[in-house]
């Protein structure tokens, strides 16, 4: 109706853990946003809208997704029963914030090719320590600023 305005609709979580998985499965596939758009038929932008759960995926667009992605539709399901309002329940995964990032996909798969246990447990080991001493650096940093500002 002209004048009227439409209520914004909010990010539901749900929306975005699907856009999550979308998004986990479409790097693991080795696909830009711009080779999968193609696949739909929608723009690259539109596909960015989804992975971000910003644009709502209608069933029979997941449909091709699924179909392009080769996964069944319960890959972006919770194997959980539906609530009493019939939804489906989605449980936020830690796996898909992981491969969130394509260098940690990439790390996943080397690191997966790799046969000699030694050499996998060493290598875990390296980048914990890696990690601690990121962290701890940017600790300091983060203590030295908090430092500097209650002196002035």
């Known amino acids: 109706m002209p004048g009227k305005r439409h209520a914004s609709r909010r990010v539901e979580a749900w929306d975005v853990e699907v856009g999550r998985r979308i998004r986990a499965r479409r790097l693991e596939c080795w696909l830009s946003q711009q080779e999968l758009a193609q696949g739909l038929g929608v723009s690259f932008q539109q596909v960015q809208k989804y992975e971000k759960?910003?644009?709502?995926?209608s069933a029979g667009r997941l449909l091709?997704?699924?179909n392009l992605?080769?996964?069944?539709?319960t890959f972006f399901y919770d194997s959980a029963a539906p609530t009493q309002s019939g939804e489906a329940r989605l449980k936020p995964s830690?796996?898909?914030?992981?491969l969130d990032n394509r260098d940690t996909l990439e790390l996943a798969v080397a690191f997966d090719r790799l046969s000699d246990r030694n050499v996998r447990r060493e290598?875990?080991?390296l980048?914990?320590?890696?990690?601690?001493?990121?962290t701890a650096s940017r600790q300091r940093v983060t203590a030295g600023r908090i430092r500097a500002d209650v002196d002035n």
């Open 123 to 125: 290598l875990v080991r």
């Open 64 to 66: 091709a997704i699924c």
């Open 69 to 73: 992605l080769q996964v069944p539709i």
């Open 53 to 57: 759960g910003s644009n709502r995926v």
């Open 94 to 98: 830690r796996l898909f914030d992981l």
């Open 127 to 134: 980048v914990e320590r890696l990690a601690a001493t990121e």
